[in-house]
């Protein structure tokens, strides 16, 4: 079951992918697909494979380093993208930090 939910995820993230229309868009369904479908697949080795097994613990150390690593590496491309100067789509709502004059 676990397996299908970690499916599930990264099919409609990698269609999320292809129809977003910015680079600020397809990070959010990039950090989707690796926390909702990467962990419950990783989740599932644990529990197939058993939690104190070499496996079960390799897979939920690389769990674990996922759900911490995933938002700063995730923050980090799209504030190195507003950075570079890569503009919003244009029917975006509105772009906070140049609203405020800091960038």
Not at 7 to 15: H, M, Q
Not at 32 to 41: C, F
Not at 44 to 60: F, I, T
Request: hydrophobic share 50%; proline share 4%.
């Amino acid at each position: 079951m676990l397996s299908l939910v970690g499916l599930f995820f990264s099919l409609t993230g990698a269609i999320g992918v292809l129809r977003m229309p910015d680079v600020y868009s397809r990070i959010q369904c990039t950090s989707k697909v690796i926390t909702m479908g990467a962990i419950p697949a990783l989740l599932a080795v644990a529990v197939s494979k058993g939690l104190l097994s070499q496996y079960g613990v390799h897979a939920l150390i690389v769990a674990f380093l996922l759900l911490v690593l995933n938002p700063a590496a995730s923050h980090a491309l799209g504030r190195a993208a507003y950075k570079t100067g890569i503009r919003q789509w244009s029917g975006a709502v509105a772009d906070e930090p140049r609203e405020r004059g800091r960038s």
